[in-house]
């Protein structure tokens, strides 16, 4: 697992809402097979956990973020994105990112997995307070 920054000032989550730039909008409650994932947390003992899901998504295998928390308190917020890079993750498309406050599930949209080794997803989540705790897996 990597920590520190690891998302693009510019990205948001209309780069892949609405079914923009080939990301499938999901359900936030959406699960599929967790492949990798971490957990980011605070110093007040608030704690989230993410992880990157794959699954079929109409007919299609597709991989997305996931992320969950069950013991945030005072209305923390928290985020998850997901990266998509056709290179190896020499570069990437940012998917999010998703915000979620309190507790509860958060997924990003969807992205087609690919037979091509070149096709690699890295799922990263914050904890947003002072400071700001953030955390991404190693691509996959």
Request: aromatic share 12%; glycine share 14%; net charge neutral.
């Amino acid at each position: 697992m990597v920590a520190g920054p690891a998302s693009s000032a510019h990205a948001s989550a209309a780069d892949c809402s609405g079914n923009a730039n080939g990301f499938t909008d999901i359900p936030d409650n959406r699960t599929g097979t967790a492949v990798n994932g971490g957990a980011v947390s605070n110093s007040w003992g608030n704690a989230a956990h993410f992880a990157q899901h794959w699954g079929y998504v109409n007919g299609v295998k597709m991989g997305w973020g996931y992320l969950s928390a069950t013991s945030l308190h005072g209305g923390i917020r928290t985020q998850v994105w997901m990266d998509v890079s056709n290179d190896g993750g020499m570069n990437w498309i940012q998917c999010g990112p998703f915000e979620m406050w309190g507790n509860g599930t958060r997924t990003t949209a969807a992205y087609p997995m690919s037979f091509l080794a070149s096709r690699k997803f890295r799922v990263c989540a914050s904890i947003l307070g002072d400071p700001n705790e953030i955390a991404c897996h190693n691509w996959w």
